[in-house]
T-cell receptor
Framework: DTEVTQTPKHLVMGMTNKKSLKCEQH?????MYWYKQKAKKPPELMFVYSYEKLSINESVPSRFSPECPNSSLLNLHLHALQPEDSALYLCASSQVTGTGVLTYEQYFGPGTRLTVT | GENVEQHPSTLSVQEGDSAVIKCTYS??????FPWYKQELGKRPQLIID?????GEKKDQRIAVTLNKTAKHFSLHITETQPEDSAVYFCAASPNTGNQFYFGTGTSLTVIP
């Protein structure tokens, strides 16, 4: 299996709702990522998990809460979002890199199109 | 941190012509340079990548060149086809972690 899957494909939520985005991969990758992407802009890194531990948090507001319950799953919990949070949320995975090791390619999921009303 | 610049932001070519997209990076520690193609409403897909120990890589109609001294790398698409129309992103990654730094994207339109 060489795919990253994401659910749901589309999500509409109000500013007071709580929802979660899910991501799954079965490629044995131990690094997983959340990106936010606005139309025709590059993906913006939000979080990186390495060996199920949060290794990078790009100063993301606390209304976004990531979780990595095991090596195959990655969640993004959403609460009290703002309309400007509407975007495509992409999950990606890769092998783990480290100092002295060549960087590995990232595989992206299809994304969740989030609309905050 | 790393800063990646990408040009042009939009590019229109006639079918069959070549397209070239250029990126520059700032961090000499970057050693991995992937190119992603993203069609409207789809995920970014890796189309080609190059590592810092290689100057050029080719895959059918797509090639990437890297000039480490000048800190720039380019994507070349020959014999363009309408299905090449998409947004293309370059990225650079240093050898210190899992982080990719993306360019701002190039919207390529191939006119039939």
């Amino acid at each position: 299996d060489t795919e990253v899957t994401q659910t749901p494909k589309h999500l509409v939520m109000g500013m007071t709702n709580k929802k979660s985005l899910k991501c799954e991969q079965h490629m044995g990758h131990r690094a997983m990522y959340w990106y936010k992407q606005k139309a025709k802009k590059p993906p913006e890194l939000m979080f990186v998990y390495s060996y199920e531990k949060l290794s990078i948090n790009e100063s993301v507001p606390s209304r976004f809460s990531p979780e990595c319950p095991n090596s195959s799953l990655l969640n993004l919990h959403l609460h009290a979002l703002q309309p400007e949070d509407s975007a495509l949320y992409l999950c990606a995975s890769s092998q783990v890199t480290g100092t002295g090791v060549l960087t590995y390619e990232q595989y992206f999921g299809p994304g969740t199109r989030l609309t905050v009303t | 941190g790393e800063n990646v610049e990408q040009h042009p932001s939009t590019l229109s070519v006639q079918e069959g012509d070549s397209a070239v997209i250029k990126c520059t990076y700032s961090d000499s520690a970057s050693n991995y340079f992937p190119w992603y193609k993203q069609e409207l409403g789809k995920r970014p897909q890796l189309i080609i990548d190059i590592r810092s120990n290689v100057g050029e890589k080719k895959d059918q109609r797509i090639a990437v060149t890297l000039n480490k001294t000048a800190k720039h790398f380019s994507l070349h698409i020959t014999e363009t086809q309408p299905e090449d129309s998409a947004v293309y992103f370059c990225a650079a990654s240093p050898n210190t972690g899992n982080q990719f730094y993306f360019g701002t994207g190039t919207s390529l339109t191939v006119i039939p």
